[in-house]
Structures are given as C-alpha cells and as structure tokens.
C-alpha cells in the first residue's frame, strides 16, 4: 500500500496546466506543426487528473493496477506527453523532439510509448477502448479506474455511441469520461458549439451520470472526478465547457487556429510571455501519486497464467462440421485452461458459435449486440491490458469496424477477430450478408495475421495458434458444414500449407482454402477418372504465407491456380502472386468477379465460378 | 394533380396487415429460409404507410415526387415484397421465388427491384440513406417525405446515432422514422427490450420528436404518421412497441424464432390457418394510393440535367499544386453547371479542400461533422436519387466507412469517393492519418472505379471523367504539392495511363501513380545520367487497368516495377500483378511494408522504400 497522498493546491494544480500548455505550445513550435489550441483547452483537465485524481505509479505506468488514462482525442498528444514529462517519466528536453522520425513522441499517441495502451488519432476509438479497459478491471480484479479525454467534435462519431450504450448496460462505473467542449472543430465551430445541454442530455438518455462543469476551474473538476468515482452502477460523463486555445490570447477561443503551431520567433515568443504571466505562486508544487490506489483482490492470482490448449479434437474423419461451429467449440476449450481468453459478439453468438464460450465462461462473455466498433475498440482496451480477447462476427460486418481494425494494428495489440459467413457459400441471404473483401481489408494491414481453416480440425488446432500468437489476427470461417479431411496428430502452423495431393506427374497446382479445399478435391477425382494429376494446397494461412513450398510447387507442376470464395483484389490470388512474383512464376485465378446475388449456396459457388467443374475447365484449358 | 385519396378502414388495413403476414410467412416457408417474424412485427405499420399515409405512384416507383420508403431492418425484405405485391406492382405468386437465383427477391433488399432505393441488410444503414433521400426532396425542391423503418437492435449500432445527430443539424422534418420495437433480436432479447422510454429519450436527446405507440394499433400508427407530417423543423420518430412473430401463436413474442421460416407441412399450415382466422369484416378493401401529393415546385427545371466541364484548367506546367487542392477547384467549377453534383464532407473541408465547392454552392455541400458513416451513407441516399454526390475526408477515415462503401457497391449508387491524405508522404502526423489500405479496400469491390492522379491538371480532369461515369468510384488525392505535370490538352480516360517516359533501349518499367510518380521520374533523371534508360509510368486509373500497354512495356523492357505509397497487399503492385499475370510477367514492388510511424514526408518516403534512391537500387539491382 502506498501512503495517501496529500492533494496538491489549487494553485500548484494551475501552475501545472500552465507548464502543460507552455511544453504543448513549446513542443509543437519545434515541430513546426501539431495542435497546441486542442492541448490548451485540455490542460486543466489532464493537470488535475494526473496530479491530484489519478492513482498510479508514474514510474511504471504498464503497473496492471494503476489508473489508466486514454486519450481519445489523439490530436492533443503533446498535452499528454507534457503530462508524462511533468510527472517525471520523460524528460522535459525530450518533449522538443515531438513528431521527429527519431522520437517515439509521435504526432498521435501510439504504444510504442509505455504509458499509451492503444494509438489514437481516430476520434472515437479511445473511448471504445477505454470500455475494454474497464471491463478488464473486472476480468482481473482490480479497483483501477479508466479515464478517458474526449473532444467536443469527437462525439459525433457514432462509435461513442456505440461505446455510451455498451458501457451503460454493463454498469461501468470505473469509467470516467471528459469531454474537452472547446466548441470549436477543425474547420468550424463544432456541432453543437457550447451547448453543454445538448451534450449532457445526450449522455444521459444513454444512461450515464453527466455533469457540466467549467473546465479551467481546477476546484470544479476535482469536485466532478469526486462525484464520478462516487457514482455507482454506471458509468460517468464529465462535461467541461472550456477555450481551445485557452490562455494564449493570440488564439484563445478563436476559430482558424486548429492543428497550428505557433511560428518560432516572434509569434511564438509573445505566446509563452502571456503564458509564463499566468503562474500563481504556490506554498509547494503539485507531486504526482506515489502508487496505485488499488487493494487488489487475494483470489487474483500471482503467478502468470499459461498457455492453454484445445487437446485433442474428437472429431472423426468424413464428419461434417462447419469451421465456424468448431471455433466456437474450441474457443471455449480454450478458455477452460486461460482465464486471459474472453469472447465478444455482436448479437450473432448462435451463428458464430462463440455462444459456446458464453455458454462455459459467462463471466468472460460480453455481448456488444449488433455494434460491430465498440465490439473491435473494446476488444483493443481488453488486449492492451493482457486479455486475449476473440470479437467474432459475421465477416461481412467486420468491414463495418475496419478502421478500429486498423488502429488495432498500429498498436500492434493481440485482438483475435473471427469472421464467419464468408463469401458466396452462405446462399440465400444474399451480398449484404457476405464477406467477399474480408482477405482483402485484412491482408492489408502488414501485421495481421489471416488464417482459413477448411475443416473443424484444423480451425480447432489454428484457433490454439491464433491465440498466443503475438499480435492481431484473424480467423475467416465457414457457413455450410464440411467435412473433416484432418486426423488428430496433423500438425499446423502460423504461415504453413498442407499439401493434399501430390504426384512426380502432376499437371497443376490447384490452391484453395476454406470451402475451395473441397471444390479441389473433388476436382482432383474428376481429374484422376481422365488421367489428369493435379497437386492439391489447402492455404490455410494466407498471412504469412509459404512461399518457398509454392514456388517449389510451380517448378514442379509449371501452373498455380487460385481458387477463392472472395473478389478478385486482395485475396488468396494476390497472396500467392506475391509469394511467388520473385520466382517468376504468375497465377491463374478463379474468384468472384462481380456482386452475387441470392441462391442456393451450390448454385452460387458454380455461377460465380469457383465450383469444381471450373476448376477442371481451368485445368484443362 | 390526383384526386384526395379516401383513407381506408380501419377494418381494411388490417386486413392488409393479414395479407402481409401470410404472405411473408408462405414466401419464406417455399425458400426455407428468411425472416417471417420480423415482418410480422412490422405488418400494421407497413400496411398503414403504403395503404394510407404514404403518397406515391403504385406503377412508377421511380416518380421522382413519390414518397419514399427505406427498409433499414433488410431481413424483413418479404413484407416489403408483400407490400408491393398487394399494391398491384408485383404478382402475388411472384412472391413465391423469394430468395431463388432467379428471382430479383433477394434476400435483403436491392436496386435490382425498382421500388429499392439503397441495398439493406447491413444494419443502421437504411436510415442513413434515407438522411440522404431527404436532403434530396431540398436539392430538386420537391416536398416528398421519406420513411425509414428500423429494427430496435439495429439502434445499437453508432451509425444510427449519426444518421440522428446530422437529420436534426439539417431540421429534417420530411423525414419520418419507424423503430419496430420488438423486443427481440437475433441471439437474444434486444438491448432495452421493451423498455420504450429507453429509445424515446434517445432520439429526443437527439433532437427528434419522438412518440410511443402500440405498433399493432393501425388508428395510433396513423394518428403518429399525421403527427409526423406536421411536425415542422424537426424529424420524427415512431417508436412501436411490437411482439416479434405477432399473429403467430407458435411464435408470437417467443425468443428462438429469429431468422427461421415455418417448415412446410404441418407446421407452416397451422400458422396460416392461424393467420387466416385474423380477418376482419370490411366495407371495401383498401386502395393504393393514385399518386404522389407533391405540389411541384414551379421553379424546378424540366429538362433533365446537362452534363458539366471544369473547362480548361489554367495550371501552368511545373507550378506546384496538392492534388487535393485541385480536387476542390475542380469540384467547385463542375457544380457551377451541374445541380446535381453534391458535396459532403467530415469536418476537414480546409484539409480535403471540399470548401471551395461549399463557398460557391453552399445549398449543395453537406458538412457531416466527424462522422463519415452517415456521410457516405447519406451519399447513398442521394445518389439513389439523382444526385451526383462528392463526399470527402482523410482517405484513412474511409475504412470508418468501409461497410457503407460496401453496399454504395451492392447498390451500384453513382457515389464518388474522395480520400485525401494518402500513404505516408503526409509526414508528421503519424500513422493514424495515413492512408496506407485504401487502394486495396476500394479494389476489392469489382465494381468500384479507382483513380489516382499525381498533378493538379490530371486531378481536374478525372474529377470530370468521375462524376459523369455511372457507378462508384473513388479518387485518391495527396497532401503535399506536386508539380503540374500535364498541358491543357492531355486527355485521360478511365482505364486509362500515361507513359511519360520512353525509349526503344528502356531497361525496365517503372510505374507509380500519385507521388510516387515524381521519385520514378527523379530516377529516370539520374539513371540516365549514369546512361540507363527507363520507362515511366503514370497509372493514374488502378480499376479499371489498361493491361494492353502494361503487357506492351513488359514485353519491350522486360521488366515491371511498381513503386507506391500504399501498403504490399491491394494495392497498385497487385493491380498491376493481376493485369499481366495472363502474359506470364510478374512484378517488382516497392510499397510500404510496416506500420510507419512520424517523420517528415522526405524520410518516411525513404525510409520506407519507396524514394527514387530505392527506385534506382531496384532498376539497377
């Protein structure tokens, strides 16, 4: 336990948010470009938060039980790393290398730096984030407290909604958000301007505490941090009205200033003497905490937790069971031996099948209903504090989260995104209901691991991979049942192929994954019956992919054809093209090649052209 | 003018609600699959718009004065069938090939059917459309009203909530939505269930009028249509409590019913007598409307639309210009002649330069605030109605959008996309701006139009090229200054490029697009110097490609070598991988192959392999 700390003056706490906005304005004059107004407007905020709210060792800001702070409103960065500098993790001279390609003082946050969990810098991320964040204090038994710092502008993004809804229904009250209404957006006043009603009436239809408070009164803002941690079974919403641009007189609730940074010289000169006439004198500076508040629960374990395992499937081979039925089976597997493991859904759970994790570890379960965004952000927050969570939904919707998607990338964070439902395959439903870009948008993202098991083996034994992997990855599954090609001792691998059939006089290289595997092999047979060999790859892992075994496949058979439930751009026909570029060797591709309509899932699978009798026609051509 | 029409019984419309529900319930039994019970919730409400409240021609869906209705809960596509069957436009027995490939009765909704404005199916997308619908009864000064029905579920989702926040920033009292209240949703009870107030108090936080009524009440649906229409300066919403599967009593407000049709047999039998027994006696049967109410505003033109020209752009070669600068001249000059061209923008109009166009046509442009989902969802809505719709933001706040984007494609809706800032030649900012997958996400989609430009004077013309071509299409503008490159007189095409460099003696192809063009042309500059000679490409038309010069260049320097700002997956190296592939050629890439971080642009350019120094490496490798 650490002593209780002695809160700072109101004058120390000022005279901190005042050095916050000279190491803001400072900062980004060096850089020549930044956002020094949208810090300005924050600096009594983060001032009173960091020194006289907030509970956490400011050495160590990655301690599991410290208070955490999100900055959703990214842009402010440089009041953030001011914060860090003031508390004594950074040193004051470093803030001036911001945005430098040598300093990990980026123009966003991103977590290179130990103190931020998730990279902002798309507004209405970090609040999503914080909402996992808050819900890992429960995972892990902790009392910390999760802030998060939103602009004004921010909350039109339908995300915080989102958010607002999903940290109302589970009773978040260790979440504290702010607002930072400075009225002003970047290239207007912002929606509302400083209509603190219409903000406060908002949040509280969704079911949040909401207080309105003058953001540069220290004194009030204690008072509302106060009156939020008070707050039980939900969550709290700080309103502060403020200034962008507060205390610098040149731009001090003036449009026209945002994203700017002051000109080096004159300009930027005039600013830090206004600035510099605003400290107050004070008996003693404000300190920052000595440790995290938290009394943590005795049933928490100590020792860290291990790796789990699926076991051994028991599934038989020839059974029919579709991919995305056996992820749902494993994951919860899965979860019976690593309590990191927790599953989200977004009202899907019975066609996912993460319904059987829900069913097993209901306390690791969070049902997003159908908000695909806050089920991606949360899942950022939970991974950024040591869970491995695994949001699953229909592929198709996982476009709906993409950008979350990317974010989750650039922090490099250890989320585990399952899409089922994947291409023409699901039938009647029709497009809207399927993903035939989702390789696409997740390839693209250098980082990402993608993974397509055919069989319920093989997704049960990628699943255990997927999971302590290091980093993002994703799981593309299946609607209609297949059958299982995999015995129980068929090893699998992050970046590996199986090879299912393989001759000395093999005519071609047919590469299929998910549902194509079987298109392959039946055209295979066909091919055999008129004395033509093919090689048979199933790709389960298309990032990274083998390059070597294929390029060693199309010396041996001349010709590889893709074969994929998925549009043309970005898919297992680009992979395997850019594997085996360098070798000189080009691909034959069999995908969809325009929007597909309603029918019957085998109808669809032929008239798109990705059936058996395609692949024969291909081989043969 | 048509005659007043007599409101129908309410005996009549009942009645019609039976129809509905019969044949909703027999439609999805014969295709084995859909939604019965979400059209039974919603059968009054469907039956009392289309048979008493909505104005419209029952023969034209088309009329451009007709008042519109949006299916924003897609899974009950059968009782809009059902509704559109009963008002005479379909054959009731056509309803039987619901979901059959050879039927336009998808199973959600699309264009391919006349009276379907926007694809739906992914949910909270409807009302974002129809946000768009109505901004356009303004634009052709028509007073049609627009109607969206959403499911309680689909108000999970944050689009919704940006669809509210932007109808009640542009008081749109035209606009009338229906929440369907059912109280179930697909995996379990929907968030609030039945919880009315929680949904009312939402949408009046939001700005709406919002009323409560029984959504089986067909006098109280009307008295709450009536109180929409004359609800002025403001949008509506209807919130109809509903029982999921009413008039079913094998499922009528029972969870386990979501998505599932009755088996034919017994079990489909007794439901229809069910429902059968619901008949009411009735003086006359209700009548479709005998046309739209609208009262055409004399001002609006009669001649359809000219296409317009941004003319001749007055840019001299080698003046510096962003692209994304350009992008706004040109837009702003082709609305001066066309009303149909639209903008809409994210709050960064002074970074994607979409003020130009709001300082001359500021009836036209749409500011969206933070929120790109009901921007291009809005996008939609227009484009389905004859705008011409520009939205604009950051092109790495597009994936925020992807899944809207998605259905833009389903649609087919004539939306074109612009996404500035792209790749990392943005510099300081860091990754969290940086469009690094745009490429790939707007080429996955087959029907997508992607283009590129690197000069002010190609941005023009493309900009002309891309608002006239029918479909999506996307451009893609940079943020620092690029010379002019091309006269007054070059011509451009979509699919097509230009070859700004060539010798019989070249030794490879170089090909960029954007500014990458500039490095190919600086190491043209200095290989030839050192007495190598290049071909250089600008391939400012990604999708569609022109493989016949691409294939030509191959075979005459035998080597390709892509060179982008943009990740390796999806992007420009693909598309050119993908348009050779059948001529045997495989490609060189040079493109960005990790999360980038802050840098200025020149560093990041080069740091990341894509500066004319890797160029001549590559050439000379």
Not at 146 to 174: K, M, N, P, Q, R
Not at 261 to 278: D, M, Y
Not at 559 to 564: D, Q
């Amino acid at each position: 336990m650490v002593p209780v700390q002695t809160r700072p003056s109101i004058a120390a706490l000022r005279n901190v948010a005042t050095r916050l906005r000279i190491d803001s304005v400072r900062a980004t004059s060096e850089a020549g470009s930044g956002h020094p107004t949208s810090c300005a407007s924050a600096a009594e905020i983060v001032a009173a938060l960091f020194f006289a709210e907030m509970r956490y060792d400011p050495r160590n800001p990655q301690n599991p039980d410290n208070d955490r702070f999100v900055l959703s409103k990214g842009h402010a960065a440089p009041v953030l790393y001011a914060a860090w500098a003031e508390v004594g993790l950074l040193k004051r001279d470093d803030l001036l290398t911001l945005r430098r390609f040598d300093s990990d003082l980026e123009g966003h946050p991103t977590p290179r730096l130990s103190f931020v969990d998730v990279a902002t810098g798309s507004l209405g991320q970090g609040i999503c984030a914080a909402v996992g964040i808050a819900l890992n204090a429960r995972r892990i038994k902790s009392d910390y407290r999760t802030y998060a710092l939103l602009g004004d502008g921010e909350s039109a993004e339908g995300s915080v909604w989102e958010a607002a809804e999903a940290a109302a229904h589970d009773g978040l009250d260790s979440l504290c958000g702010i607002t930072d209404v400075n009225g002003l957006a970047q290239s207007g006043p912002s929606i509302w301007n400083h209509d603190m009603e219409a903000y406060a009436s908002k949040w509280r239809a969704f079911g949040w505490h909401a207080l309105v408070v003058d953001g540069h009164d220290v004194g009030a803002l204690l008072d509302a941090y106060e009156e939020a941690r008070e707050t039980k079974g939900r969550p709290t919403m700080i309103l502060a009205r403020t200034l962008k641009g507060k205390g610098i007189p040149l731009a001090e609730g003036k449009g026209g200033w945002h994203g700017k940074a002051f000109k080096k010289g004159e300009e930027l000169e005039s600013v830090l003497r206004a600035l510099e006439s605003q400290f107050l004198p004070e008996d003693e500076p404000a300190q920052p905490p000595g440790g995290p508040r938290t009394r943590r629960d005795q049933s928490r374990p100590a020792a860290p937790p291990k790796n789990a395992t699926v076991g051994t499937p028991s599934y038989k081979l020839g059974e029919s069971i579709a991919t995305r039925e056996a992820y749902g089976t494993a994951l919860a597997k899965l979860g019976d031996g690593d309590d990191r493991i927790v599953a989200l859904d977004g009202d899907v759970k019975n066609s996912t099948f993460s319904e059987k994790f829900e069913a097993k570890h209901p306390d690791r379960f969070f049902q997003n209903f159908i908000a695909e965004q806050v089920m991606i952000g949360s899942a950022m927050g939970l991974a950024a504090r040591g869970a491995i969570p695994f949001p699953s939904t229909f592929a198709a919707f996982l476009t709906r989260a993409y950008d979350f998607i990317r974010m989750a990338c650039i922090s490099n964070v250890n989320i585990k995104v399952a899409g089922s439902h994947a291409g023409v395959s699901i039938g009647e439903d029709g497009p809207s209901q399927m993903a035939l870009e989702d390789l696409a948008m997740m390839r693209a993202q250098p980082n990402m691991t993608v993974l397509y098991p055919c069989d319920a083996m093989s997704t049960e034994r990628l699943l255990e991979l997927m999971a302590y992997h290091a980093g993002p990855a994703y799981m593309r599954t299946s609607r209609p049942k297949t059958p299982v090609i995999y015995g129980p001792d068929e090893r699998f691998a992050i970046g590996g192929l199986k090879i299912l059939r393989e001759s000395a006089n093999d005519t071609a290289t047919v590469i299929g994954a998910g549902i194509t595997v079987f298109e392959a092999l039946k055209a295979y047979d066909q091919l055999q019956k008129a004395g033509t060999s093919i090689r048979v790859i199933d790709l389960y892992s298309l990032q990274p992919i083998d390059s070597d075994s294929l390029l060693r496949c199309a010396r041996e058979t001349r010709r590889l054809i893709t074969v994929e439930d998925h549009y043309a751009a970005g898919g297992l026909g680009d992979a395997v093209a850019a594997a085996v570029a360098a070798g000189g060797v080009t691909v034959e591709r069999l995908c969809v090649r325009e929007i597909p309509r309603s029918g019957t899932p085998e109808e669809l699978i032929d008239h798109y052209g990705i059936s058996s009798p395609h692949i024969v026609a291909a081989v043969t051509r």
